[in-house]
C-alpha cells in the first residue's frame, strides 16, 4: 500500500522557519496534485498550500501567503513546505496529501492518499 510520509516537524519559536517534508513509500504515485492541509486543537482541518502539477500553478491559504512557499518533484511524489515567519497560530498537526485523479486544491475529499501528520509548534 502507498503511504505518505510527513518529516521536518518540531518545536520553534516564533519568526523561526521549518521546512517539512513528504514523500510516498513503497512506489511513487503518478500525481496530479500534492498539498498541505493543517489541524489544530479544536479546530477543523484546513487547506494551506497546494501545488498542481497539471496546471503548473501552486496556491496558497490567505493565512500563510508570503511566508510560506510549496515546492515538489512529481517524478518522485515528494513535497516540501517551506515555513517562515512562523506564529503561534501556525502552531497545527500538518497533514501532506496527494491525489492522482482531478480535483480542486483546496478539498480535502478530492485527495485520496495522505501521511499521518507531523507535529508543528511554534512558541510565543
Known amino acids: 500500500q502507498v503511504q505518505l510520509v510527513e518529516s521536518g516537524g518540531g518545536l520553534v519559536q516564533a519568526g523561526g522557519s521549518l521546512r517539512l517534508s513528504c514523500a510516498a513509500s513503497?512506489?511513487?504515485?503518478?500525481?496530479?496534485?500534492m498539498g498541505w492541509f493543517r489541524q489544530a486543537p479544536g479546530q477543523e482541518r484546513e487547506f494551506v498550500a497546494a501545488i498542481s502539477w497539471n496546471a503548473g500553478r501552486t496556491y496558497y491559504a490567505d493565512s500563510v501567503k508570503g511566508r510560506f512557499t510549496i515546492s515538489g518533484d512529481n517524478a518522485k511524489s515528494t513535497v516540501y513546505l517551506q515555513m517562515n515567519s512562523l506564529r503561534p497560530e501556525d502552531t497545527a498537526i500538518y497533514y501532506c496529501?496527494?491525489?492522482?485523479?482531478?480535483?480542486?486544491?483546496?478539498?480535502?475529499?478530492?485527495?485520496?492518499?495522505w501521511g499521518q501528520g507531523t507535529q508543528v509548534t511554534v512558541s510565543s
Open positions: 513503497g512506489r511513487a504515485i503518478s500525481s496530479y496534485a
Open positions: 496529501a496527494a491525489r492522482n485523479r482531478s480535483g480542486r486544491y483546496y478539498q480535502q475529499n478530492d485527495y485520496n492518499y
